[in-house]
C-alpha cells in the first residue's frame, strides 16, 4: 500500500469535497481518500499494483478538478501552507480591488438618480436610457472577467452532474447578467417603437449592479476567509520559523558557514550563546543551557552537557558546545513534529462526515428551490423581475461554504495548539475521540516514575553521609548495573571525588566487591552479607519506615556493616499533580504494571492513583485494556510507546510519554513531547475544545441555511412584506463562511494551565 498526498485545484465548499473524494474512491485499488477544503488537499491510501498516480490525477480531473502529486519536501520548504495561503490571499485582494473600482460606480449609476445624487445629463431621462443600461453593462464586464473563476468552475461541474457552491453564484450572477442583456434590447426596441413607457419600466428592471455586487461580495468573503484560514497554520509556520538557514560546520579543522540544506550526518556543528541550533545531534563537547519551549511547550531552559541530545531549531541561550550531526533534513524531530501537525490536519474527524453525507446533496436541492420558488411566485401572479430576484437571492444566500470549513478549521486551529504545547494528535479522529475517555490507564516505569532508580536515603553507621556515599560510589563506579549508576550520580551531584578501587570483582546474583585503602569492600544485596556472615541486624534501627518499592543496598568494610542505601524509581515531579487534575474532571485512573504488588500500590498511593494492575506481562497489558472496552468505557493508555505498544494500539486513544527520544511512535495516537503527565489533562481539555467549536461552527453554518433559504425565497414576503435582495444574500452567504472561521480561530486563546480549573 502507498500513502499519497496531493494538490487540489477548483474546491470551493464541502460538496466538492464529497464528489473528489467519490471520484476517487471508485478507483480500484483505492483503500482510503480524505479530502481537506481548508487546505486544498488529498491523501491517498491505495495498492501501487493497481492504481497510479496519473490514474488518480485524472479521476480527480474527469470530476471538474485539478490534482497534482505533492513534493515529498514541501513541508521543509518555501511551498509551504503559510506561503500557499498567503499567495491565496493575495491573490483574492487583487481580484477585490478592481471588482470595488468597477463595482461602486456600477452601483452609483443604476442607484443615484434614484437616490438623488448628481449623475452626468446624458444618463438621465428616458431617451438616454440606452446609454444609461449599456454603461452599466460595460462596468459589469470587468467584474465578471475579474471573478471568472466562479463561472468557469461552476458551469464546469454542473454540467458534469456535480455542482458545487460555484455552480450557485454562477447561477445566480449569470440570471442577473443574461436578464439585464434582455433589457438592454427591450430598452432599445421601445425607443425604436417611441414606446416611452416600456422603456421606463425596464430601465428600472436591470440587474446589472445585482450581479457584480453578488461577485464582490463573495470576493470579499473569499478573501477576508483566506486572511483568515492564514492564520490557522501559525503553529507550523512559527516551528519552520525556527529553523536557521545557516550552520557553523567543523570542517577541515575550520569553521565554515553553509547552508543548512548542506549539513550531513555525522558533521561537527558549532553552536554558540544566542543561536538556533540548525539540526539534531549529540554533544561531544562543551555544555549549554538550551531553550525547547518551541518544541516541546517547557518554559524553562534546559541544561546540556556532552553525551546529551540537542534537538534542531530550539536556542542555545547560554553556554558553547560542538555536536555530531545525527539527523538532518525529513529525519529531525522538527520535521517530525511538522508531518504528525500535517498529517492530522489533512485527515478527517468522525463528526465531519455528518457535513459531508448533507452537502453531497445539499447544493442540487437548492438548484431546485430556486427555480421552484421562482416558479411558485410567477404562478402567483408575480412579475418575472420579482420571481428572477426570488430565484438569485435563494442560490446565493445557500452556498454551503460554511458547512464545508465548519470542522477543518477547528481541526487546523486545535491540532496547531496542541503542538505549540507540546501535544502531537496525529490524526482528527485522536482528536475528537479524547474528548470521550473516560479511563486513564498508566504505564509505571518512565511514565509516572522517573524511569531511572535515584538514592533516597543514606544511612551510615560509621562516619557521615558522604563518608559513605563517597565509599560506595568508588566501588559502584566500576559496575555497569543501574543501581550503581544511581549511586554514582548522587556522589557527583554532591562533587565527591572517587578513591582508587583495587580487586573489583562482581558476584552474580550478590553484588560486588573490591579494595579501597587497603579495606575490603562490600556492596550488594542480604544475601550476599549472609554468605560473607556479616550482622545486618544494627542495619534494622537505621530506618523504621516501610521500603515502600526501594531497593536497599549494604555495604561492609573488613567484614563490619558500615551502612545501607536506599534507590528507588521515584514519581515525576508532576505524576501526582496530573493524576489529581483527572480524577477531580472525574475520569478513573489506574495503573498497569509487571512490577510487584508492594512497589505498585506504594508508587500508586503517592501518585493518587486509585487502581492498581500489578504483576502482569507486557503481552496481557493489551488484553487489560480490552477487558476494560468491553465494560463500556473508552480507554487512553498512557505509555512509553516502546513494551507498552500493543496496549497503546488497543486503547480508543494511545498515548506516548517521551516524545523526544522518539517522536514518531507508531502505535500511539497523541505524543506528547514534554513527558509530562500534565499534558495528558490538557489534551483532554483540548479536544473537548475543539469539538465544542466544530459543534458551534456546525449549528451555526445549519441553522444559517435554515433561516436564510426560506427568508430568501420570500416566506415572509405575503405577510410583512420582507425579502431579501440578491445583494444582501450575496454579503449574508459571505460573512457566514467568515464567521465559521473566526470561530475557529478562538481556539488559539486556549491555555495550557494545570492546576484549579473545572471543566
Known sequence: MRKETYDVTGMTCSSCV???????????????????????????????NKLNQAEIEHAVSDAGYGARLRSKNADLTKDTEENSAQKEYESYKRRLIWSVIFTVPLIYLSMGHMLGWPLPFFFLGTTNAITFAFTQFLLLLP???????????????????????????????????????????????????????????????????????????????????????????????KLLNLTPKMARVLRDNQEKNVPVEEVKKDDVVIVKAGESIPVDGVIISGSASIDESALTGESLPVDKKEGDKAIGATINRNGYFKMRVTKTGDETVLAQIVKLVDEATSSKAPIANLADRVSGVFVPIVIGIAFIAAIIWLLLGSTFEFALSIGISVLVISCPCALGLATPTAIMVGTGQGAINGILFKSAKALETTHELQTIVFDKTGTITEGKPVVTNIFPLQNTENDLLQIAASLESLSEHPLAQAITTSAKEKNLSFLEVEKFTQVAGQGIRGIIDGKKILAGNLKMMNENQIETTSANFLDNSPNGGKTTLYFAQDNRLIGIIRVADVIKDTSKEAIEELNQMGLQTIMLTGDNETTARSIAKKAGIRNVIAEILPADKEHEIQKLQNQGQKVAMVGDGINDAPALARADVGIAIGAGTDIAIDSADVVLMKSQLTEVSTAIRLSKATIKNIKENLFWAFIYNIIGIPIAAGIFYPAFGFKLSPMIGALAMSFSSVFVVTNALRLRFFSARHSNHKN
Open 18 to 48: 464529497r464528489h473528489v473524494e467519490k471520484a476517487v474512491e471508485k478507483q480500484p485499488g483505492v483503500k482510503k481518500v480524505t479530502v481537506n477544503l481548508l487546505k486544498n488537499s488529498m491523501v491517498v491510501d491505495y495498492d501501487e
Open 143 to 237: 467584474v465578471v472577467y475579474l471573478n471568472r473563476s466562479y463561472f468557469i468552475n461552476g458551469f464546469k461541474s454542473l454540467f458534469k452532474g456535480t455542482p458545487n457552491m460555484d455552480s450557485l453564484v454562477a447561477l445566480g450572477a449569470s440570471a442577473a447578467l443574461v436578464y439585464g442583456i434582455f433589457t438592454i434590447y427591450k430598452i432599445g426596441i421601445g425607443l425604436g417603437f417611441l414606446d416611452f413607457k416600456s422603456v421606463s419600466a425596464h430601465v428600472m428592471n436591470l440587474y446589472f449592479e445585482s450581479a457584480g455586487t453578488i461577485l464582490t461580495l463573495i470576493t470579499l468573503g473569499k478573501t477576508l476567509e483566506a486572511k483568515a484560514k492564514g492564520k490557522t497554520t501559525d503553529a507550523i509556520s
